[in-house]
T-cell receptor, first 112, second 115 residues
Framework: KNQVEQSPQSLIILEGKNCTLQ??????????LRWYKQDTGRGPVSLTI?????NTKSNGRYTATLDADTKQSSLHITASQLSDSASYIC???????????FGGGTRVLVKP | NAGVMQNPRHLVRRRGQEARLRCSPMKGHSHVYWYRQLPEEGLKFMVY????????ESGMPKERFSAEFPKEGPSILRIQQVVRGDSAAYFCASSPELAVHNEQFFGPGTRLTVL
């Protein structure tokens, strides 16, 4: 069964601190993995997209890693800001077709 | 270039009524996807359409739900005889014909509340 599991479910961090979110996927055959940021009441916005041949990709203070062998990915947020408070969703795409499989998301709350 | 637009943003219906959700893809995008997000859950794929064609509807409930993407105008997700369990956020995404890594761009969603 194609699944994407994320941990933790929620996270509280202090402004300026770093944090790392985890994602495990079983989507097969695998095409690419992406991380989205979803603010409350809004649609998801893409942060990074990685194919199986890419190990790491950065977008500003966001750095994603991918280990296609263990089928794990992480999203690291550096020097968090209050505006980073959102849900972060890990999404995998199968090699055939255009259907995305979404994880349940990690809710991040950044406190001053 | 305006992003993906959805309307209405909020929709309230009583049980048994019909709900019509509209999605206008980004300019130049010919692929549309609908997703549903139940409260406290992740997004779930519903249907994938190209102009005038349904490509994959494997995530659509078998009854009461239908989707279309006509040659002219927005894509419509139609829910007949709504029930309380249909209350959710419905997101539309679009992509161009040749999308790098099949990147999809999401709209702001329509929040449906069934009383």
């Amino acid at each position: 069964k194609n699944q994407v599991e994320q941990s933790p479910q929620s996270l509280i961090i202090l402004e300026g601190k770093n944090c790392t979110l985890q994602c495990n996927y079983t989507v097969s055959p695998f095409s690419n993995l992406r991380w989205y940021k979803q603010d409350t009441g809004r649609g998801p916005v893409s942060l990074t997209i990685m194919t199986f041949s890419e190990n790491t990709k950065s977008n500003g203070r966001y750095t994603a890693t991918l280990d296609a062998d263990t089928k794990q990915s992480s999203l690291h947020i550096t020097a968090s800001q209050l505006s980073d408070s959102a849900s972060y969703i890990c999404v995998a795409l199968k090699a055939a077709g255009n259907k995305l499989t979404f994880g349940g998301g990690t809710r991040v709350l950044v406190k001053p | 270039n305006a992003g993906v637009m959805q309307n209405p943003r909020h929709l309230v219906r009583r049980r048994g009524q019909e709900a019509r959700l509209r999605c206008s893809p980004m300019k130049g995008h010919s692929h549309v996807y609908w997703y549903r997000q139940l409260p406290e859950e992740g997004l779930k794929f519903m249907v994938y359409l190209q102009k005038e064609n349904i490509i994959d509807e494997s995530g659509m409930p078998k009854e009461r739900f239908s989707a279309e993407f006509p040659k002219e105008g927005p894509s419509i997700l139609r829910i007949q005889q709504v029930v309380r369990g249909d209350s959710a956020a419905y997101f539309c995404a679009s992509s161009p014909e040749l999308a790098v890594h099949n990147e999809q761009f999401f709209g702001p969603g329509t929040r449906l509340t069934v009383l």
